[in-house]
């Protein structure tokens, strides 16, 4: 329980409290409340009174021995009996409740006017009957002389339902409106009485069937700018009658006359939701999203307030007590109790016991209509002499003033804000009008560079698939914010990019890569930075799919042969007389490297193959027959000779058969270990050829 001091009246919260975890089970829910230190003070007035999502709708029984509640999700309606402070039934509907009525003095007989324009009502056992109107509703009454249920909504018809024909009667239809947002009944002489979106009170007399006078609310409100729809309706007495508005305003009318006898501002903008009376201590309780304010009909003052974490939705009072139960945007229904508005009903009178026993640790104080100031700012305003009368409330470290005090010594204070104003707006006009000295143009944009750089790169590539996408991303202004808004700024230092990183940087490498290709230049030109690494390479998968993408436009057949690369080198004298074999269009080059004074010769051979990674994609590019031909003839020898010793690797792809793919993950899996084993080798004894290679053409003779 959480008790609140407002404008010294108390309110008590009997649901508030440190709440148990909902993912324990049963018997850990009740250790857990036993050892929490509130325990002594947490009092659960009914069982269960919560809702799965969101509590839209609450009433209680005309007989005040139940509590009808529905919520979402799913759609649903509660029943407590507070006999035994317990849910009593529960039921599911297909859609969202937007209003519901209780026909009877108990539960027995509901009507729920639902979100998709049906309407079901209700028995003691579970629906009885389940109809449609034709335009969506917002509101709905019963009227018990005639034994209609009237229905208000997306249309300027009064919907009639005849609940002892079972059938349509002929709709009021008004004349003004273009959509009512409310209903409400007069119990003494039973005039209908709706609230348009227009801004306007009309009364209909069901003997008549005929508007018998119409009251324009909006007219009213003087310091709006936008027309105020009425949005909700109570009357008083015969006479008296309350209307909410949109723009938050209450106003008190008499039937009779067109002014109004109050109008009470809420000061949140929030439309009405519903307003009540409490005629015993000349209360109005007047609701909106944000809180429920008690005030005096008479002198308008407000006596307190309640508020929540969550916005509400609707509210119930029990005639002639202090007990409120509200509907919120929440899981759990809150119940209020306010001892000054009236004593507690009967099944909770010990509610009137238990609040003078506990004292609350923490009592919040609020005061309405005041602003709190320190005291540098009350100099500022010139009323520090005011220190120690009535028109200041010390707290803290300052004073509550109140507002229309405040307001009027703000304007004294500040005669010269305009021109201060005036001299701020016209200084930064002419700064922004007024160039800078160095203008450094720039296409790239100010978020996301680094992206926006990578695109543009890849808008001017030959692959016309990513060269679309960096179009498509550039140019589309579903993805401008990106480029424009600082929330959408890559974050380099985020978890999920430090997960990224990894595939990032070997993308980059592999990139690199592919720009530092083994080139052989013509004669007298120079080749630096390049070395035998680059040939032996291990490619990545996108590296394979972006040559697949390329190669899908050039078809061609390369042959495996035989491969051998003995080299002629200063630390391997045995190897002077051999000769390397690589594949070349021309069988008749050769290549002579000259390197301090030694030379080597390779030998190119028509039918070797450089790239001795071919990945198995490549075929997929071939025609069938192609393929299996050279599936079933595809045979590659590579030997190496270097100082250290001779290393010769045989690849031989035969037929497939059933364990194929088996065997291939088993060849590629040593041949990558060879690969690595000769690379580590490689590295080891090679030189850079700081020489210049020349070409030269053999005559074979």
């Known amino acids: 329980m959480l008790v609140t001091d407002i404008n010294n009246v108390k309110i008590y919260n009997l649901s508030g409290g440190k709440s148990v975890p909902q993912w324990l089970t049963d018997r850990k829910q009740k250790k857990a409340a036993k050892k929490n230190p509130d325990a002594d003070r947490h009092i659960e007035l009914i069982q269960d009174f919560d809702m799965p999502g969101v509590a839209s709708c609450i009433k209680i029984s005309p007989d005040g021995q139940y509590i009808l509640a529905t919520g979402t999700y799913k759609p649903r309606v509660k029943c407590f009996e507070v006999s035994n402070l317990s849910l009593k039934f529960e039921r599911c509907f297909d859609s969202e409740v937007e209003k519901f009525e209780i026909l009877s003095d108990d539960y027995s007989k ?21 109809l449609r109107i034709p335009k969506f509703g917002r509101d709905l009454m019963y009227h018990k002389p005639s ?12 919907y009639r339902l005849n609940l002892e024909r079972g059938q349509f009667l002929l709709p009021y239809t008004s004349e003004y409106a273009s959509a ?7 119990h003494e002489h039973q005039l209908i009485c709706v609230g348009t979106q227009d801004g306007t009170l009309e009364m209909w007399d069901h003997r008549d069937k005929k508007c018998c006078g119409t009251l324009d609310v909006a007219a009213n409100l003087q310091n709006t700018s936008e027309v105020a729809a009425v ?3 109570e009357f008083k007495n015969g006479l008296t009658i309350a209307t909410g508005t949109s723009t938050g305003h209450v106003l008190l009318f008499d039937i009779r006359s067109r002014t109004p006898l109050a109008v009470k501002d809420h000061l949140n903008q929030l439309p009405i939701k519903k307003i009540r009376f409490q005629p015993d201590q000349k209360s109005v309780y007047s609701l909106d999203g944000a809180m429920l304010k008690i005030w005096d009909e008479s002198s308008l003052k407000q006596k307190a307030c309640i508020e929540s974490r969550s916005n509400f939705n609707d509210f119930a009072h029990f005639p002639g007590s202090g ?34 026993e506990i004292t609350s640790e923490t009592v919040q104080n609020v005061y309405d209509d005041y602003k709190f100031i320190t005291k540098q700012e009350l100099a500022e305003l010139k009323l520090d002499h ?50 800078a000295r160095l203008q450094l143009k720039s296409a790239l944009p100010k978020v996301n560079r680094e992206l926006a750089e990578q695109l543009m790169q890849e808008e001017h590539m030959n692959n016309a698939k990513r060269s679309a996408i960096a179009k498509g991303l550039l140019g589309d202004n579903r993805f401008k914010q990106m480029f424009d808004n600082p929330d959408f700024e890559i974050d380099k230092e985020a978890e999920d990019y430090r997960l990224l990183s990894a595939v990032l940087q070997r993308a980059e490498r592999d990139k690199a890569r592919r720009k530092d290709k083994i080139v052989i230049t013509p004669l007298d030109e120079e080749e630096e930075g390049s070395t035998d690494d680059d040939l032996y390479s291990e490619k990545s998968e996108s590296e394979k799919e972006e040559e697949k993408d390329e190669e899908e436009e050039e078809e061609h057949e390369q042959s495996d042969e035989e491969m051998d690369m003995p080299v002629k080198t200063k630390n391997n004298p045995k190897a002077s007389n051999g000769r390397q074999k690589l594949s070349r269009s021309d069988p008749e080059e050769s290549l002579q490297v000259e390197n ?39 045979t590659t020898s590579v030997q190496f000779q270097n100082g250290v010793g001779r290393r010769e690797i045989t690849f031989t792809t035969t037929g497939r058969s059933k364990n194929a793919k088996k065997d291939q993950d088993r060849e590629r899996a040593r041949h990558q270990s060879e690969l690595k084993k000769h690379k580590e080798e490689r590295r080891q004894v090679i030189r850079s050829a700081k020489g210049v290679i020349k070409k030269t053409v053999m005559k074979q003779r």
């Open 110 to 130: 509901v009507a729920f006017l639902h979100a998709d324009r049906y309407v079901e009502i209700h028995a003691g056992h579970g629906r009885h009957y389940r």
């Open 147 to 158: 034994c209609d249920l009237l229905f208000v909504g997306n249309s300027p018809d009064i």
């Open 180 to 186: 009512i947002d409310s209903i409400t009944i007069n």
């Open 231 to 233: 949005t909700a309706l």
């Open 323 to 356: 007990l409120f139960m509200f509907a919120q945007e929440d899981t759990k229904m809150l119940p209020y109790y306010v001892p000054s508005e009236g004593p507690a009903p009967k099944w909770c009178s010990f509610l009137d016991n238990l609040v003078e």
């Open 386 to 435: 005011l220190e120690g009368t009535k028109m200041l409330r010390a707290y803290m470290h300052g004073f509550f003033i109140n507002i229309r005090l405040y307001n009027k010594a703000k304007a004294v204070s500040d005669t010269f804000a305009f021109d201060g104003f005036r001299k701020d707006k016209i200084r930064k006009q002419i700064e922004a009008s007024r160039p």
């Open 596 to 634: 301090n004074g030694k030379e080597f010769t390779l030998t190119v051979e028509e039918g070797a193959n450089f790239d001795i990674m071919q990945p198995a994609k490549k075929l997929q590019t071939v025609s069938l027959g192609k393929r299996i031909k050279k599936m079933e003839h595809a």
